[in-house]
């Protein structure tokens, strides 16, 4: 995918499969037999062309060092840096759902309107649901109760 800048020029989002791997160890600080190491233990995973190639995006790049800034800087060994990768991806699909579930209760709420139901006995005794602010029709219920349920938020 690819983004306009200016008019008639375009870059590489931080997604596009753009760097071959000599160049990708230059940028990330490393040296290429260690990217393929990461690759084969599914720390950084590029793209590949058609030949096998690895091609690496600019997020590969940001990973790269960050897999060095954990290795280096906090001592982390290459087994915890990938537990640290799974649970830091887990964590982002959760995130993701958990906006996606708000969006939805969201639309639930505002086609509930304002989100209060209201419920009375019936004559057998069932639960009957009735508008906001007004009590059942005699023909529904011959109790004069009215409940008011509001969920937990």
Partial sequence: MMT????????????????VISVAAQLAGMHAQTLRQYDRMGLVSPSR?????????????????????????????????????????????????????AE???????????????????RAGEVVAVRAGQRPSRSLSSSQALVIWRPAR
């Fill in 104 to 122: 939805e209760l969201q639309a639930v709420r505002a086609a509930m309107g304002s989100g209060a139901r209201v419920f009375a006995a019936g």
């Fill in 4 to 19: 306009v800048t200016g008019p008639g020029a375009f870059a590489p989002d931080d997604e596009a499969p753009v760097f």
């Fill in 49 to 101: 062309t058609r030949g096998g190639g690895r091609r690496y995006s600019a997020r590969d790049i940001a990973l790269l060092r960050e897999v060095q800034r954990l290795s280096q800087e906090e001592g982390v060994s290459l087994a915890g840096i990938q537990r640290i990768l799974e649970l830091e991806n887990q964590v982002r699909a959760l995130r993701s759902r958990v906006g996606e579930l």
